[in-house]
């Protein structure tokens, strides 16, 4: 749900980071001297690099991204930079389906790697069919019409939850700047179809279909985006506080104890809890932040119980509802 505004804003990211890379790579060619960047977009961020005058970029200080500074949105992990490459993974894994433009005769030579005795069964166009389907599926929502308890509750929960420090990485909005929707996208790799020179584009603009819930535009015209995420990853264990430690699964080279900041809007919906959802309960769930959260969770279990349903409540009116 969402998925279309959450690849805009992961694309906006990365066009922010790379051109802080490229300017800072000018500036030390144009002074003959080392030049700083720090890596910050929509107020998020990622580390700084050393741009040298021979070109050479130390990417040593990168943070919570890969050294591409590519902002790679989905997945527990944040290794999958776009729907599409999710999109031909999961007909990959989850149905055995081989989709052309990673699995055509182009790379194995074969126009039915799936010997499924149907040639060429996924074509580019079925995949961009199921990017705009999902890329257009509006934003999970907040619960209306709440019991007066349950509203006071969650509005004292929500103030509490920036307080705490949640919303350091459950960060409440993103701005969004444009509501176009390019398919193919801009920062896919081989194996999934990419723009590529000024090759056609498909243009979806969201403002139709993903904005059927009322969402808050800023001052300079940004849309708000309630994500509750900063689309960073972060290290989420330490030595006292390890639960989170459990991934067996390595995913393209991620550490095991660092995960993205899930998006906590439509949380209310979605138990169980954590990469594995291995926890029952939201409070379980907080309770388990190690590492950079350890500050947050232990301010979060010193709170008395009151003020700890309070942002249960909160978290609890974040809904998912069927288009
Ligand atoms: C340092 C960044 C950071 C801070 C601070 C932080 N979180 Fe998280 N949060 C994460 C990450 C990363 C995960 C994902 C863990 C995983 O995938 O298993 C997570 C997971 C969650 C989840 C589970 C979401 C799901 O769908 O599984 C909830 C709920 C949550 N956090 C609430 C909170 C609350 C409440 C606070 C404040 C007390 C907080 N977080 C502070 C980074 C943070």
């Not at 300079?220 to 994500?227: A, N």
């Not at 660092?258 to 309960?281: E, N, Q």
Request: proline share 5%; aromatic share 8%; charged share 25%.
């Amino acid at each position: 749900m969402g998925a279309g505004l959450v690849e805009l804003l992961a694309r906006e990211m990365t066009a922010d980071l790379q051109a802080a890379r490229q300017d800072a790579v000018k500036r030390a060619w144009a002074s003959g001297e080392e030049q700083r960047a720090d890596l910050v977009s929509k107020g998020v961020r990622f580390g700084a690099i050393v741009a040298k005058p021979d070109g050479v970029v130390d990417l040593s200080g990168v943070e919570g991204i890969d050294a591409d500074l590519i902002v790679r949105p989905f997945s527990r992990k944040g290794v999958f930079t776009s729907i599409r490459q999710f999109t031909i993974n999961a007909l990959n894994i989850h149905h055995g389906m081989e989709a052309m433009e990673r699995f055509g005769v182009r790379w194995t030579g074969t126009h039915d790697f799936a010997e499924s005795g149907v040639p060429d069964a996924v074509t580019p166009g079925d995949v961009s069919a199921l990017v705009a389907f999902q890329a257009t599926l509006p934003p999970p929502t907040v619960k209306q019409d709440l019991p007066d308890d349950w509203r006071i509750a969650a509005e004292a929960g929500a103030r509490q939850f920036t307080v705490l420090g949640c919303a350091s990485c459950h960060i409440s909005t993103l701005p969004l700047k444009s509501l176009t929707f390019t398919d193919p996208a801009p920062y896919d790799m081989a194996g999934t179809f990419a723009r590529l020179g000024n090759r056609a584009v498909d243009r979806i603009d969201l403002s139709k279909n993903a904005l059927r819930r009322p969402i808050a535009k800023e001052r300079q015209g940004e849309w708000l985006i309630p994500l509750f995420s900063d689309l960073k990853r972060h290290l989420m264990v330490d030595a006292q506080v390890s639960a989170l430690g459990n991934e067996l699964q390595a995913q393209r080279f991620v550490e095991r104890d660092v995960f993205l900041t899930p998006r906590l809007w439509g949380v209310g919906s979605t138990a169980p809890y954590g990469h594995r959802g291995d926890f029952r309960s939201l409070d379980e769930i907080i309770s388990a932040h190690g590492g950079e959260a350890r500050f947050a969770r232990d301010a979060y279990l010193s709170c008395d119980k009151a003020m700890r349903e309070n942002v249960i409540a909160f978290l609890r009116s974040l809904e998912i509802k069927s288009p």
